[in-house]
Structure formats: C-alpha cells, structure tokens
C-alpha cells in the first residue's frame, strides 16, 4: 500500500515538472504522447517529427510536438453532415 502511495506521488511529480516544461527530452515526449521511446527515435531517424538535437541528445519542443499530435484530424459525423448541408445550400441544381 505504501509502495502504491509513493509510485503515485513520483507520477504526480514527474506529471507536474513535463507541464511546466517548454523543452522535452526523450523520455518526457514518450512520456507525453503515450509512444515508446524507441519510436519516437525512429521517427526522428526517419525526419516524420519536429525534434532538435544538441550535442547529441535529442529534444523536442512542447507545442511543436502538439501540434505533431494533432495532424489529421477527422471530422465527427456530425461535421460531416453540417459541410455536406452547407455544400447543397449552396450550389443549388
């Protein structure tokens, strides 16, 4: 139960120091995004993800990687059907 407690508050932590963040390392982008570190490497061995790399190390910017997430974006059905009304109205027969 203590153990249980206290990989809680590490995840707390480590949760709490990723949001104030603008730069992430590695470890903190799987962290984020909920991908495997080894495929966030390959997709910047591949160039498919914004990333920046120092010295060696690779780090991604916080809302560039956002905004990677968000790429292809599918509308809902609802959507879908209000542009296709939209569209009829106004291109009468």
């Not at 203590?2 to 590695?26: D, F, G, P, R, V």
């Not at 903190?28 to 061995?45: D, F, I, P, Q, V």
């Not at 910017?61 to 059907?81: C, F, G, I, Q």
């Amino acid at each position: 139960m203590e153990n249980e407690i206290l990989e809680q508050l590490e995840q707390i932590k480590n949760y709490s120091l990723l949001a104030a963040k603008t730069m992430l390392t590695l470890s903190e982008a799987a962290l984020m995004t909920g991908l495997s570190k080894a495929y966030l490497y390959r997709l910047t061995c591949t160039k498919q993800i914004p990333y920046y790399k120092p010295n060696g190390r690779v780090y991604f910017d916080k809302s560039e990687l956002e905004t990677w997430m968000r790429r292809n974006r599918y509308n809902t059905t609802a959507e879908a059907e209000a542009a296709a009304a939209a569209f009829v109205a106004s291109n009468p027969l």
